[in-house]
């Protein structure tokens, strides 16, 4: 019993030193998160007492075994949103959606947009791309620009977060073991009434307590002619086709198609990477060569998007060599037990401890990852259903989404480009933020305790 005790207590000491040093290399030392996640994983195979020889192999077998599929899915998706930025499909959805609810209902239509526009496209890279179009709704209505600003941010936050295929939940979903299919259905119906509290009702409210303004008209030059925008049923399908096979598939496996033969094909096609690649093809044709692009230019618009989507593949990678670390070592199944006997839920820690990590060292994308990480050794082996483990992508995403403050870069990006000073950004930005990750986190225990 006392050798138990004192493995345990090792255990906990590798985990709590390893998330130190982690913290410790990203915030202080400023050291890449990449690297800083590799180091705290072997330093948690040190403390455990993991054979050295070991500790490299479980390093080698945790980053390999993570990126065959998301280095993959995460760089098809990049391609994508590239290509629809730079022929100006982000603004032909916003200008279709703004004609279709009118001026009145403007924030709700801006909300729309985040939401969809955000599934292909880069969080920050989308917002900045359609801030001209919240600026001039703010010159014409001479309303408060947060009035239009919270619930675009608000939509792209929620979409950023829940939904494959941008990369965090991709990464999440890998790491735990969850079905991609589940993880877009739970996500879509998690982020209606997510948006609805942190975009459209709070940005109502903050719009009548902050008055702000937006730029000269001089900020306003980078908005397409209408003329040259793409067809918006074409946008719509573009994004609509990897989702709809990804949940064809989904739906197929769980025996509501009955004919074999068809399900074959439909896992082939419905498959995240082929349904990705059919994407793919779609837009360079239909949004690339079709409106004039030579083949030349679509290759150097794609290879810079896999820039940004590089440094995600890495993290996820080292978050991967992370997570076989604790179920190399036993860490993950000792916390497993810690938990139980403590009686707190999965879905509930799962939730904290990407919050925590989120509020401490800042990136979304850190939290997410190091939070999965921690949850998959405890759902080795368990009886929880393909929703279920949908719910706790979800969970994990929400937690990693509160509380965005000044070790946040989005926490900038905002206050720069709606002119914010650092009181104003908190009690609009910061806000929002955690009230997304709040009710996103309500709507993910409803679905694991219903579904799971």
Known sequence: MNDIIQLDTQLLIAVVVGIAILLELILHLKIPAFIALLISSIAVGI??????????DNVIKGMGGTLGFVATVVGLGAMIGAILEASGGAQAMANYLLRLFGEKNSPIAMSITGFFIAIP?????????????IYALQRASGKSLLLYAIPLLSGLAITHAFIPPTPGPIAVADILGADLGWVILLGFLAGIPTLLVSGIIFGKYISKKIHVAAPELSNNTNVQKKADLP???LIFTIIAVPIVL????????????????????????????SALLIANILVWYLLGRLKGYEAKDLMNISSKSLNTAGTIILLTGAGGVFKQMLIETGAGKMLASQLTAAGVGIIFFAFIAAALIRVLQGSATVAMIT?????????????????????????IASGASIFSHV??????????????????TFRSWTVMTTLLALTGFTMAVLFFYLLG
Do not use: C, R
């Not at 739906?251 to 096609?269: C, D, E, M, N, R």
């Not at 870069?409 to 650092?422: A, K, T």
């Open 407 to 424: 070790n946040d870069s989005g926490f900038w990006l905002v206050g720069q480009y709606l002119s914010l000073n650092e009181k104003q």
């Open 121 to 133: 496209v880069f969080f920050d890279v989308a917002f900045i791309i359609l801030v001209p179009i």
């Open 371 to 395: 939070g999965a990480g921690l949850v998959a050794p405890l759902i080795i082996n368990s009886s929880i259903s393909a929703p279920g483990l949908a719910a706790i992508v979800i969970a």
């Open 246 to 273: 990804i949940l064809l598939n989904t739906f197929s496996k769980s025996g509501f198609i009955a004919q074999p033969t068809f399900v074959k094909w439909i896992a082939l096609v419905g498959h995240p990477i």
């Open 231 to 233: 067809n918006i049923g």
């Open 47 to 56: 403390f455990a007492g993991m054979d050295p020889t070991v500790i490299v």
